[in-house]
């Protein structure tokens, strides 16, 4: 795997450390460059959790893709510098179901720095900028909203999001490590089911220093500072120009 060529990609120095600060650098410059994406799905591409061709697609051709692909990249990058770091289970609450969605729905990661557990995650779309301590009643926000843990067993945690000052159940967590051939049966059910959004409508988001960006089949979606603002159009043509404006030059437009 070509690590230099990694960081060049998202902006930053290979970090010299395995701390806490070197991790939440990446992690954050990381998000900044690597949007999240589903346009493969849409166009009937096949997926690999595979490090060379994940490697191929996000560095090489300029690509994002969803949290199979974005964190199995990412585990490998801190690998290869030597961090303490595994791909865990974890699942969304499902508000439409009132239930959490099934094991292996999401990978995620944990990494273990001086004997606390971090989750990293760079597979959601509109997520958190950096690492969150797992540690009950840890609190965390940045521009994207706020962030609480709540530790229910040795190994399992949930994470919350404040929304319009309630604490919502987010994320389920399991941090037993995880092979990923386990999560190939949840990984093809989101390349094919048409009962996943991944499989109708173009979805393509990166976060910025004060928001995120968020292109759609018909809309561009800004959030700047908690501000707001929609584009609305019509053709393909018009998707692509914004899509290769605002996504392909990601040196000049990641923090648009």
Same mark, same amino acid.
């Given at each position: &795997?070509? =690590?230099?060529?990694?960081? +060049? ?11 806490? +600060? ?19 799905? =849409? ?5 690999? &959790?595979?490090?060379?061709?994940? &490697? ?26 030597? #961090?303490?770091? @595994? ?16 094991? #292996? $729905? ?6 273990? =720095? ?23 009643? /840890? ?14 067993? *040795?190994?399992?945690?949930?994470? %919350?999001?404040? +929304? ?14 995880? %092979?990923? /051939? @386990?999560?190939?049966?949840? #990984?093809?059910?989101? %390349?094919? $089911? ?27 979606? =800004? ?10 159009? *019509? ?12 996504? @392909? ?8």
């Amino acid at each position: &795997m070509d =690590i230099e060529r990694y960081f +060049e990609h998202i902006g930053i120095k290979k970090p010299t450390s395995t701390s806490f +600060e070197a991790l939440k650098e990446i992690h954050k410059s990381h998000l900044l460059t690597v949007p999240f994406e589903n346009l493969d799905i =849409i166009n009937g591409e096949p997926l690999s &959790m595979e490090p060379t061709f994940i &490697m191929n697609k996000i560095i090489y051709n300029n690509r994002g893709g969803i949290c199979f692909e974005t964190n199995t990249l990412l585990a490998n990058i801190l690998n290869e510098l030597g #961090f303490n770091v @595994q791909t865990v289970s974890a699942k969304f609450w499902n508000d439409e179901k009132q239930e959490w969605n099934p094991d #292996f $729905s999401h990978l995620a990661l944990i990494v273990r =720095i001086e004997g606390y557990l971090y989750l990293a995650d760079v597979g959601v779309g509109g997520g958190f900028l950096e690492p969150i301590l797992l540690e009950h009643n /840890h609190e965390y926000s940045d521009s994207n909203g706020a962030y609480r843990v709540i530790n229910i067993t *040795d190994t399992t945690y949930i994470l %919350q999001k404040l +929304e319009e000052l309630i604490w919502k159940d987010l994320l389920f967590i399991s941090t037993e490590c995880k %092979q990923l /051939h @386990q999560f190939e049966e949840q #990984f093809l059910y989101y %390349q094919t $089911s048409d009962e996943t959004i991944f499989t109708k409508n173009k979805i393509v988001n990166r976060l910025t220093n004060d928001g995120r960006i968020t292109l759609s089949d018909h809309q561009l979606k =800004i959030t700047k500072n908690h501000i707001v603002t929609i584009t609305e159009f *019509d053709s393909e043509e018009e998707w692509l120009k914004i899509y290769n404006d605002i996504f @392909q030059p990601s040196k000049s437009c990641k923090n648009v």
